[in-house]
T-cell receptor
Framework: GENVEQHPSTLSVQEGDSAVIKCTYSDSASNYFPWYKQELGKRPQLIID?????GEKKDQRIAVTLNKTAKHFSLHITETQPEDSAVYFC?????????FGKGTRLSVIA | NAGVTQTPKFRVLKTGQSMTLLCAQD?????MYWYRQDPGMGLRLIHY???????AKGEVPDGYNVSRLKKQNFLLGLESAAPSQTSVYFC?????????????FGDGTRLSIL
């Protein structure tokens, strides 16, 4: 079955800097790659997703890139702000339900 | 439009007790999911349903049962609770079509087994 590895597990950045979180997946049939943000004590919320027919997608300060050949995808957050502090999860699915990475705790230091 | 609603929000059980967690969605979504979230483990799928009357096992189904008698509801049961089932449980739903759709999560149920 699918296996999703996520790195790093924790990340601290200065406010205004960029943050990058990377994920790899194992199943070449996977074609949908969402990213979720979870604030402390809250529900996971979708922030951006990408499908395998697209290499990059942007939404304001957030972007996701996908390399199907290498089976990895990344989340890029530019101009980080304190409210970006949260746990971020990547996930992948194809013919089976989403499999999530173990999460990255992002801390943005003011 | 409430989205995905989970009840209860908190519960403490003794080992061996049983209980049912309820998930209700008002978005007419076909697919529903139950996850558990443990520190450092991410979200792990317990069971899921692709439609009324159908259920399937996920990654960690042992010790849990589910039922989907109505499209809008998905129930998760613990027949004989064990301390290893202490966790935060999230329900999610997604639209019809395929498993490759955005999932909408409920607020979670924090369950402690003593």
């Amino acid at each position: 079955g699918e296996n999703v590895e996520q790195h790093p597990s924790t990340l601290s950045v200065q406010e205004g800097d960029s943050a990058v979180i990377k994920c790899t997946y194992s199943d070449s049939a996977s074609n949908y790659f969402p990213w979720y943000k979870q604030e402390l004590g809250k529900r996971p919320q979708l922030i951006i997703d990408i499908r395998s027919n697209v290499g990059e997608k942007k939404d304001q300060r957030i972007a996701v890139t996908l390399n199907k050949t290498a089976k990895h995808f990344s989340l890029h957050i530019t101009e980080t702000q304190p409210e970006d502090s949260a746990v971020y999860f990547c996930a992948a699915s194809g013919n089976t339900p989403l499999v999530f990475g173990k999460g990255t705790r992002l801390s943005v230091i003011a | 439009n409430a989205g995905v609603t989970q009840t209860p929000k908190f519960r403490v059980l003794k080992t061996g007790q049983s209980m049912t967690l309820l998930c209700a969605q008002d978005m007419n979504h076909e697919y529903m999911y139950w996850y558990r979230q443990d520190p450092g483990m991410g979200l792990r799928l317990i069971h899921y349903s692709v439609g009324e009357g159908t259920t399937a096992k996920g990654e960690v189904p042992d010790g849990y049962n589910v039922s989907r008698l109505k499209k809008q509801n998905f129930l998760l049961g613990l027949e004989s609770a064990a301390p290893s089932q202490t966790s935060v449980y999230f329900c999610a739903s997604s639209p019809t079509g395929s498993l490759n759709q955005p999932q909408h999560f409920g607020d979670g149920t924090r369950l402690s087994i003593l």
